[in-house]
């Protein structure tokens, strides 16, 4: 299995950015998919997930009603919009697969791509 993540970079404050991770080597349309981050000096958390059981989502408190996850079957990829970011949403941002446990705990998650660094000026 393998997860590429891409399009990070350097945004200012207010601005958006798209992330995309592209899977193969799974059953794509039957793995829930998710992001987690991780900032320098602090642990990895919880950004958001999309179950492939009816599509559900979820997203941390911190990035509700700016962020938007997704995905296309067709492509095998997950996207993770980011709208009005802000300085505390530099980290670097990993996708992650196949989920067997809680949604919000990385733990619980089979396989993970490599990261890709977003950095929010102000």
């Known amino acids: 299995v393998q997860l590429q993540a891409s399009g990070g970079g350097l945004v200012q404050a207010r601005g958006s950015l798209r992330l995309s991770c592209a899977a193969s080597g799974l059953t794509f349309s039957r793995s829930t998919m998710a992001w987690f981050r991780q900032a320098p000096g602090k642990e990895r958390e919880f950004v958001a997930a999309?179950?492939?059981?009816?599509?559900?989502?979820y997203y941390a408190d911190s990035v509700k009603g700016r962020f938007t996850i997704s995905t296309d079957n067709a492509k095998n990829t997950v996207y993770l919009q980011m709208n009005s970011l802000k300085p505390e949403d530099t980290a670097v941002y990993c996708c992650a697969a196949d989920l067997r446990g809680k949604y919000d705990n990385h733990y619980d998650y089979n396989y993970w791509g490599q990261g890709t660094l977003v950095t929010v000026s102000s």
């Open positions: 999309i179950s492939w059981i009816g599509g559900s989502t």
